[in-house]
Each structure stands twice: as C-alpha cells, then as structure tokens.
C-alpha cells in the first residue's frame, strides 16, 4: 500500500523551530515576497509603486507612498491590519492552525502563543476568513467533469435527561432545539470542495445550481431533496442502505469531507455555534482541498489568502466592540 502523504517528508516543509531560528528580516521578508510580486511595496490606497523606507514602528518597516504621501506597514489593509503581535506570532499562528489537519482547538492555539482565548478566538477566525476567500463566487464542474453531493447536520444538540424514564424522544421536530443546520457540500472529484449551510437541504438547492457548471454529473445518495437537481443535470444515485458504492455511484468523496469536518467538531471545536458553522465547513473544505499539499506550501497560502483580504469585517475590534454593547 501506498505511503499516506502524512507520513513523507514531502508533506514536512515548514516547522515551529524553523519559523523560531528566523530572523527578524527573514520573518519580514516572507510577508513582503507572499505579499508583493518581487516583494517590492505597493501602496494599499493609491497601487504607486514608488515607496520610500521611513522610520520603523514598534520594530516593523515601514513605506510612505511617493503619490498619495500615505504611510503603510507589511500588514496595512490586510486581514492582518492593526496587528499587536509581533509578526513572527502570526507565522506560528498560521503553521499552529494548519498542522492540525482536523482543526485546531483555539484554546490550544491561545497556549502554544501565549496569548489570551479571546486574542486566539479572533486570530483563528480571520484565518478561516483568508481560507474561505479561495472560494469567494467559485464555480465547479462543467462538462465531462463529475461532483457529488451530500448533506449532514451539525449543532442543535439537546441533552438527554439523567433518568431514561424522562427521556423525550429528540428525532421529534417539536423536541429539537431548532438550532439543527445541515451542510451542504458540493465536490468535485479531481477540483475544489465548496460548502453551503442551510435549515434543510432543501434550501441548498438553489445553490447548488449556482456553484456546480451545467453539464457536470452529479453523484448524490437518495435522499429528496435532490429530486429537483435531475432537471438541470446528469445524476447518479445511490442508497445508501444497499451499500457505499453501487454501479458507478458513489458519494464516499463527500462523506470523507464530513468525516473530517465531524472530528473536528467532536475533538477540537466541541461546540460549533450556529453563525460560526459556515466559517468551520469553510476551513474544512479548505483542508480538504489542500490535503496533499506540504505544511509549508499550506502556512504562505494562507498568509498569501489572508494578506490580499481586506480588513476583517467581522473580526475587527470584535472584543472591543463587544465590550461597548
Ligand atoms: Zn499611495
């Protein structure tokens, strides 16, 4: 049997101790190449390519623009903007985040920097941001390609009373917390994976559509909601009761997704909140799709995703904000 990527060297690029023996320019100099093409500054506001070097800040460079006569640092405009980390902190963040290829706990991720629960919150939910903007109005599929589809819920959890005689019956719609949501995802075999979340999947219909190419094959299980897709597309389908994969169809690509996603859930989220469960099927998706790419390659696409989103919309001052409701 073939070596699991996991266990070669290859999939061994970049390191804690690597990023800690950095010096201060080299740690620099990797934002400013991922960053900038030839890792030359390029103004944020006006794009003048003509930047002098002014005094540094708080130990990082900085340029003033030649056009606009604005002053900007390696992070000005990024997701990473008004960063008070030192930028090394956020390498390791990046490296902490993506070894952990089920997802990383972001009170583990507070411990290996030292920082507080809040601080890592924050941190690790702009790295998602960076990781989902790969897939911003992505479409997949088209013609001769093949996708396939599947739901699965999450959240909503209601406990079960100590006593089995008080037990209610939690699969009845008036017993559940109606917190219940269902991920969609949609994955092309050999392309990207792209999530949608939804009450039902029924309401992720109207997606599907939008994401998958016209003359894609789809291969979905039998469930009735997808009933609907046969007008637009070609489609296998599978039940589930009869086997994994029957006569050609087969949806084990996208239970693989939820098997990742699910662990994670159960071994580093623990608990997934409703508005954030976009932003969790996001990351996974993206660890999925980058599976087979090498820990280093994974840490400068994330910060190379991260440093061409603008500021966090969502996570900006998101503490200091909360404190002032
Ligand atoms: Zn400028």
């Given at each position: 049997m073939a070596q699991h990527?996991?266990?070669?060297?290859?999939?061994?690029?970049?390191?804690v101790a690597k990023i800690m023996r950095m010096s201060e320019l080299g740690v620099e100099n990797v934002f400013r190449t991922l960053r900038w093409p030839d890792g030359k500054p390029v103004c944020?506001?006006?794009?003048?390519?003509i930047c002098y070097e002014c005094h540094r800040r708080v130990d990082a460079p900085r340029w003033r623009c030649k056009a606009c006569r604005g002053d900007f640092s390696l992070?000005?405009?990024?997701?990473?903007?008004?960063?008070?980390?030192?930028l090394r902190t956020y390498l390791l963040a990046v490296v902490a985040f993506c070894n952990e290829v089920k997802g990383k706990s972001m009170l583990a991720l507070s411990r290996d920097l030292d920082v507080q629960y809040k601080t890592s919150f924050v941190l690790a939910h702009k790295l998602r941001e960076a990781m989902a903007s790969s897939m911003k109005a992505l479409r997949i599929g088209g013609e001769g390609r093949v996708a396939e589809i599947d739901g699965a819920y999450f959240g909503g959890h209601v406990r079960p009373e100590n006593l089995a005689a008080e037990r209610?019956?939690?699969?009845?719609a008036e017993n559940q917390s109606g917190k219940r949501r269902v991920v969609v995802v949609m994955r092309e075999r050999g392309g990207r994976t792209l999530v949608q979340v939804a009450p039902?999947?029924?309401?992720a219909v109207a997606t599907i559509r939008q994401r998958i190419a016209g003359g894609t094959l789809i291969h979905a299980d039998e469930?009735?909601?997808?009933?609907?897709?046969h007008a637009g597309f070609a489609m296998r389908r599978i039940n589930h009761q009869e086997g994994y994969s029957i006569a050609g169809a087969c949806t084990n690509g996208a239970e693989g997704y939820f098997s990742r996603l699910r662990r994670g859930e159960l071994g580093h989220h623990h608990h997934i909140a409703g508005p954030y469960l976009l932003r969790y099927a996001q990351e996974a998706a993206w660890r999925e799709d980058s599976r087979h790419v090498s820990n280093g390659d994974q840490v400068h696409g994330v910060v190379r995703l991260a440093l061409r989103c603008?500021?966090?919309?969502?996570?900006?001052?998101y503490w200091q904000r909360a404190r002032a409701a």
């Open positions: 990527f996991l266990f070669s060297a290859a999939a061994r690029s970049l390191s944020p506001r006006c794009g003048c390519t992070t000005s405009g990024t997701l990473f903007a008004w960063h008070k980390l030192p209610i019956d939690r699969r009845l039902a999947e029924e309401a469930s009735p909601a997808w009933n609907a897709l603008g500021p966090s919309v969502d996570f900006s001052g």
